[in-house]
């Protein structure tokens, strides 16, 4: 039998509701030896195959035993260029620890037995910033010059590969700050500024020029990219636009889609009002509508903006299938259980209601009941008819999902999309309809994981070199 898993240290949950500060502390150097001396060193792990960008997972944990940080650190930059960013937000259980020999669980995820490969990345990754280490730049500089549009994970990932093979890398970012979902979707109290800030300015270090506030389909056209020399062009445009219920009284005040919540809470500061000036009217009765982890991140927000502000916390998230269909990570569901969001199965949104005003006070459901599976492999939710009922809302937020930004592949005829919009891609090199322009993350296989977004990245970017 192997070890217990050392359990990794976290807030309790009645202080970090009060704050934005992060929730999982971490691995101590104690800790991760501990944790790391549990892996049996397989002839043939099963991780590295879990991971979306082949992590040598088997090598970098003994070293770890070896107490050879520095060495596990080059291990993983060898093939994942943010260790700090991934071992935070990936959900592993999907993944690597999925694949763990360790893993006893039959169910679509991992289970606690399997090593917590993550919080080891993290630790290293951790590692690696506090001590400054840098991975070595190629001295032949290629000829080549590439712009990257979107500094997301797919494009950061690009810009990273690219930059360490010499080649000149200009990111284009149309907000403010660059991140992309990293900044603006994911809160601090799991993936801190600090984190993002420091993996992005490593990037700096190498050479890539980030340039703001610059809409490419917009400000620029590819055509005005490719006639100002970059010979290479990376689409890492992201699936910025929200899906909606379409449903009566979506429309009503105090109704956002989570994209729009979410980015005036993580981009614009709101949690930090009057500091900022990006108020948002929380409301006391908070209803998210979704399964996913932006419906849990929307409601861990509302949350804490409801104990910042002095509001008696009551957040619940309405979703119509079980706990077990949920996609969004276990370790967040677990989180949001423990900080006291309620959650609402088998329940699927009818009408919202208004005040006078037209604002949102009501939301009327219906009951489900989970019928036979559907393409996904989750049993399907069938609305229970006459079996309606309400719940008092005054600020709901919109979480099922989102689609393709279509701001430069409407404005760029030649680059084919499909019929969701996104972008199609050669599946080997990842080079789309247009010669030396290629693309991936969620514009080109509709919305998934940071680590999925980077492993697309890096085909496409071997396609480019």
Do not use: W
């Not at 609305?383 to 760029?412: H, M, R």
Request: aromatic share 8%; net charge positive; with cysteine.
């Amino acid at each position: 039998m192997p070890k217990a898993p050392v359990k990794v240290k976290e807030l309790a949950a009645q202080v970090r509701v009060s704050s934005f500060n992060e929730v999982v502390c971490g691995y101590s150097q104690a800790e991760a030896l501990v944790e790391a001396s549990r892996c049996i060193q397989c002839k043939n792990p099963n991780c590295i195959s879990g991971c979306p960008v082949n992590i040598n997972i088997k090598k970098f944990i003994y070293q770890i035993t070896q107490q050879d940080y520095a060495g596990a650190y080059f291990t993983i930059r060898e093939t994942n260029n943010f260790p700090s960013i991934c071992g935070r937000v990936c959900p592993a259980e999907y993944q690597c620890r999925k694949a763990c020999v360790f893993n006893k669980s039959k169910s679509s995820y991992s289970s606690p037995e399997a090593i917590n490969i993550h919080f080891l990345e993290r630790f290293i990754g951790d590692y690696g910033l506090e001590h400054n280490l840098d991975v070595p730049q190629k001295d032949n500089l290629s000829k080549d010059k590439a712009a990257v549009v979107g500094s997301g994970p797919a494009g950061l990932c690009c810009a990273g590969e690219l930059a360490r093979n010499g080649v000149k890398v200009t990111v284009f970012e149309g907000l403010h700050s660059c991140g992309g979902v990293l900044r603006y979707g994911i809160p601090s109290f799991r993936l801190p500024r600090e984190i993002l800030d420091a993996e992005i300015n490593y990037l700096s270090k190498l050479g890539v020029e980030f340039k703001t506030n610059l809409v490419v389909g917009k400000s620029v056209s590819l055509d005005e990219l490719l006639r100002q020399g970059f010979n290479k062009i990376f689409l890492g445009l992201g699936a910025g636009v929200p899906s909606f219920l379409v449903i009566k009284g979506e429309n009503l005040c105090n109704v956002y889609s989570a994209n729009e919540f979410l980015v005036r809470v993580n981009l614009m500061s709101a949690y930090k009002f009057p500091e900022y000036q990006t108020p948002v009217n929380i409301g006391k009765n908070v209803l998210v509508v979704g399964g996913g982890n932006t419906a849990i991140d929307a409601a861990r927000c509302a949350l804490r903006l409801q104990k910042i502000q002095g509001i008696k916390p009551s957040v619940k998230i309405v979703y119509r299938r079980t706990e077990v269909e949920m996609p969004a990570r276990r370790l967040e569901i677990q989180h949001a259980q423990e900080e006291g969001i309620e959650f609402k199965f088998l329940v699927q949104p009818k009408e919202f209601m208004a005040d006078e005003r037209g604002f949102v006070r009501q939301l009327t459901c219906l009951k489900c009941q989970l019928g036979d599976a559907d393409d996904s492999g989750r049993r399907r939710s069938l609305v229970i008819e006459n079996s309606d009922f309400n719940l008092p809302c005054d600020l709901a937020i919109i979480a099922i999902g989102l689609k393709a930004n279509q701001v430069l592949t409407s404005s760029t005829k030649e680059l084919k999309t499909d019929k969701y919009k996104d972008i199609i891609v050669d599946p080997q090199n990842m080079e789309t309809s247009i010669k030396n322009v290629f693309a991936g993350g969620d514009i080109v296989g509709g919305e998934g994981t940071v680590i999925e977004a980077m492993g697309m990245a890096k085909k496409a970017t071997a396609g480019m070199r």
